[in-house]
């Protein structure tokens, strides 16, 4: 057995497994079952909403075969949290014309789930046809200025270990490093993002820390030759303070991953406080202490609540991460510096309750939901305001899956963006690139890897998401929809710019059910987009598309790859050629009349379109 195949085995053996148990996290929490549930049945579809509850993080919804249950959480096949921060919410597990009874509770945290609500019966329509020529309506008030648009994906991104973006190695005839960067540089560039986050730069790849004749030797060029290239990409660098060097671990036969991180407790507490010192002193003295205190950050650790992850026990890490605190406030105080970095949204009230280190930010990860609200959380430990970082978030949190290639993938990054607008600092997407070695480097071109770009630089269609994103204009408008699905299904979201006078509207069509990631015919809408509050005057329509047929290349790849592991250079030349975000149709002139525009277009399941409307000048 290989290497790889033997740090996969591991991985996913023990990726679910808990750390150990650290105390309450929402236990104590008395919350209220959600009021005012209803069920709305469409085609393929039902949609659920209910009432916040007051203190909740989030809302797991339930189904049973009758009003007396036995009920249990729907499972979208999301294989992370299925707790969703708020309603709606479209069931589209259920069978036409099968009625099915639903109940959603109120959660503290994703282990503590409150008292079930009221029931009620629904059932997708059982006609395929019904409704199908009633469009879901969206209705854009150009006059309208709902504030400055949020971008929670332009903070940060995820990334392979930082040193991978130095290797010469080449993976399908692409040479590593060189594409990492260009991916690290390209999401900069045309995303806006503005800092990276990635494992390991503690590793002994590194040679951060050694031990000679017993004594500790810090060594900081390795760092310096990483943080020196993430700078000259535009990005800084958010700081993980992870794995343990080998000469400091109490246990260095505790790994993770094909390139063997150590994931143990250090032998030497000291000592470990000495060299997080020591890193971050080096940082501030090479880099300047206001570039590091205002455009960098500390995190600790990674996921220490999965025993894959860590192989101490919760107080051992809770203590890390103290001591680890301490030594960046050391340097100076106003260095930022937060956790717990957990996985499924974990630990969260277990840190905030143990600290004796003051937080700057809190982050955490989850995958397959969008991300759940802690301001509660944050409330009730007295951190409110406090920032909130997912500092890692996508589709599926296991490797090689294909569902990471899919447009269904797109759609779901574009309901948690817009899920995290207004309560979410940074929504970080793991990760930028499919040049990623974790459980052993790519085997194909499309082979469910995580990255946002592939292995020669294609842009997937979960790229294109966060591009119609970073194309949306500043300044967000109030949009209403109605209709089968509507904010459930098909979601939107629209903005200007007030000195071009360009008006965007990003629409979609999509589900959280993973047992469509191929698409669903029946879930297809047609959609009626009108623009008021516009000025009169000539525009010029764009229509950008992604869907299977549109800015898809893993599409064209499953039409002329014939099963192939990688493209001969015929082919790769085809597939560069629809490195593109399509145009629906041709740009168009119109006129508006009257302050209004109507724009009506099929919108498959799953989809997305950017609809613009361009002044023209003179």
Same mark, same amino acid.
């Given at each position: 057995?290989?290497?790889? !195949? #033997? ?11 808990? &750390? ?70 479209? #069931? ?9 009874? /639903? ?35 969206? *209705? ?98 958010? @700081? ?18 094909? /390139?063997? =991180? ?13 060299? *997080?010192?020591?890193? +971050?002193?080096?940082?501030? $003295? ?43 406030? &050391? ?35 989850? /995958? ?14 007295? /951190? ?11 589709? !599926?949190? !296991? ?28 929504? &970080?997407?793991?990760? @930028? ?20 770009? !592939? ?28 209709? #089968? ?21 990003? +629409? ?46 893993? =599409? *064209? ?25 399509? $145009? ?13 525009? #109507? ?7 799953? &989809? ?11």
């Amino acid at each position: 057995m290989s290497s790889e !195949t #033997d740090a996969r085995t591991d991985f996913e053996t023990r990726l679910g497994r808990s &750390s150990g148990v650290a105390g309450s996290d929402g236990a104590g929490v008395a919350l209220a079952a959600p009021a005012g549930l209803t069920a709305r049945p469409g085609r393929a579809q039902v949609t659920l909403s209910w009432e916040l509850v007051e203190g909740a993080a989030g809302y797991l919804v339930h189904v049973g075969a009758s009003a007396d249950g036995p009920f249990e959480p729907l499972d979208h096949q999301g294989r992370d949290v299925l707790s969703v921060p708020h309603g709606p919410y479209a #069931d589209t597990t259920g069978e036409p014309g099968v009625e099915r009874w /639903y109940a959603v509770a109120a959660v503290a945290s994703v282990d503590h789930v409150g008292p079930l609500s009221s029931p009620v019966v629904a059932a997708p329509l059982a006609d395929p046809g019904a409704t199908a020529g009633e469009p879901v309506a969206v *209705v854009v008030d150009a006059g309208s200025d709902e504030g400055e648009l949020d971008r929670p994906w332009a903070p940060m991104i995820g990334s392979e270990h930082l040193s991978h973006a130095l290797s010469t190695d080449r993976t399908g005839g692409h040479e590593i490093g060189a594409e990492l960067r260009a991916a690290l540089r390209a999401a900069h560039e045309e995303l806006g993002v503005e800092t990276v986050r990635a494992h390991g730069i503690l590793c002994d790849d590194l040679g951060v820390y050694r031990e000679v004749d017993g004594e500790p030797v810090h060594d900081f060029t390795g760092v310096d030759r990483v943080y020196d290239m993430i700078l000259s990409l535009g990005l800084r660098p958010i @700081v993980e303070i992870s794995f343990m060097p080998r000469d400091l671990a109490s246990d260095p036969s505790a790994t993770v991953f094909e /390139y063997g =991180a150590i994931i143990s407790p250090p032998k030497d507490w000291d000592r470990w406080y000495d060299l *997080v010192r020591a890193f +971050v002193a080096h940082l501030v $003295e090479r880099y300047g202490l206001e570039e590091v205190r205002d455009r960098w950050a500390f995190e600790v650790w990674n996921e220490a609540n999965l025993e894959v992850f860590w192989s101490g026990t919760p107080d051992e890490f809770f203590r890390l991460h103290d001591v680890a605190v301490r030594a960046v406030k &050391s340097v100076d105080d106003g260095l930022r510096v937060g956790g717990p970095s957990s996985a499924a949204a974990g630990w969260v009230d277990q840190l905030l309750a143990s600290t004796k280190e003051p937080l700057d930010f809190v982050s955490t990860h989850t /995958y397959g939901s969008p991300p759940l609200d802690l301001r509660p959380v944050l409330s009730r430990h007295g /951190y409110q305001g406090l920032p909130l970082w997912w500092t890692e978030w996508g589709v !599926t949190p !296991t490797h090689f899956n294909e569902v990471s290639e899919s447009v269904f993938a797109a759609v779901f990054l574009l309901r948690g963006m817009r899920s995290a607008m207004g309560r979410i600092e940074a929504l &970080s997407y793991w990760v @930028v690139s499919d040049h990623f070695e974790e459980l052993g480097r790519p085997p194909a071109l499309f082979h469910g890897g995580f990255g946002l770009r !592939t292995v020669g630089e294609l842009r997937k269609p979960r790229w294109w998401a966060l591009a119609m994103l970073a194309a949306l204009p500043s300044r967000r408008l109030s949009v209403r929809a109605s209709g #089968d699905g509507a904010d459930s299904l098909v979601e939107s979201l629209a903005s200007l710019d007030p000195g071009e006078g360009r008006v965007a509207a990003l +629409v979609w069509n999509g589900t959280l059910d993973q047992s469509k990631a191929a698409g669903s015919a029946d879930l297809g809408r047609r959609v009626s987009l009108r623009f008021t509050g516009l000025p009169d005057g000539d525009y010029e329509l764009r229509h950008r598309r992604v869907d299977d047929d549109h800015s898809c290349v893993p =599409a *064209v790849w499953r039409r002329i790859g014939g099963g192939a592991a990688w493209p001969t250079d015929a082919q790769w030349a085809e597939l560069r050629a629809a490195d593109r975000l399509d $145009e629906l149709h041709p740009p168009r002139p119109l006129t508006v009349a009257g302050g209004a525009v #109507d724009v009506e277009f099929d919108l498959p399941n799953p &989809s997305m379109s950017l609809v613009e409307l361009v002044p023209v000048v003179g």
